[in-house]
């Protein structure tokens, strides 16, 4: 099924929101990748503030390449997810929505998924080049010196996603390989 949501995304879209559901994200969105996800965790613990607000709103595992002339950013492909697992339930904790990435997530991501009734949306790896289209403005707003690995808030149209985990649990990486071996 289509849908189009807003983000930051609201309790009753991300419930809404179905393990195989096709979804197009418009609003702002955040990109954080393995050494951001660090240093948000290193300041969690030391009892700092995060440099965005979490709550609602989604984080995009990407780090971009560097924008061509007259445009917003390069090419934006997600990065594999499981690499930010460490660091995931924390954030969902404090109320992080969504996540945008590829692959699966562990076992504990999954749950803290469920608990805070949030999503993990797959975009498709090897196609930056034409997610960078849906980004219609990239501003680094922390950690500036890891360079592509900073974080960014993007503003996104129609930005194209499928949900993988959703908030009741379900998780098409699992539903699709049972109905795969049903055929």
Do not use: C, W
Request: proline share 5%.
């Amino acid at each position: 099924m289509d849908r189009h949501i807003t983000a930051p995304i609201s309790d009753e879209d991300a419930k809404s929101l179905q393990a195989g559901d096709y979804v197009y994200i418009t609003g702002t969105i955040y990109t954080a990748r393995d050494a951001a996800h660090k240093r948000m965790y290193e300041a969690l613990e030391n009892h700092q503030p995060l440099p965005m607000d979490v709550k609602n709103n989604i984080i995009y595992y990407m780090g971009p390449s560097p924008a061509r002339e007259g445009h917003p950013i390069g090419s934006a492909g997600p990065t594999t997810a499981s690499r930010m697992d460490k660091y995931a339930p924390a954030l969902l904790d404090l109320g992080l929505k969504g996540m945008i990435g590829k692959g699966k997530r562990s076992q504990e991501v999954q749950q803290a998924t469920v608990r805070n009734g949030a999503v993990y949306f797959a975009a498709i790896g090897g196609a930056g080049a034409l997610l960078s289209k849906s980004i219609t403005a990239a501003e680094v707003i922390a950690y500036d010196d890891l360079g592509t690995e900073a974080i960014r808030k993007l503003k996104v149209k129609d930005f194209p996603v499928i949900v993988v985990i959703d908030s009741k649990g379900n998780n098409l990486y699992e539903t699709a390989i049972q109905e795969y071996s049903e055929i």
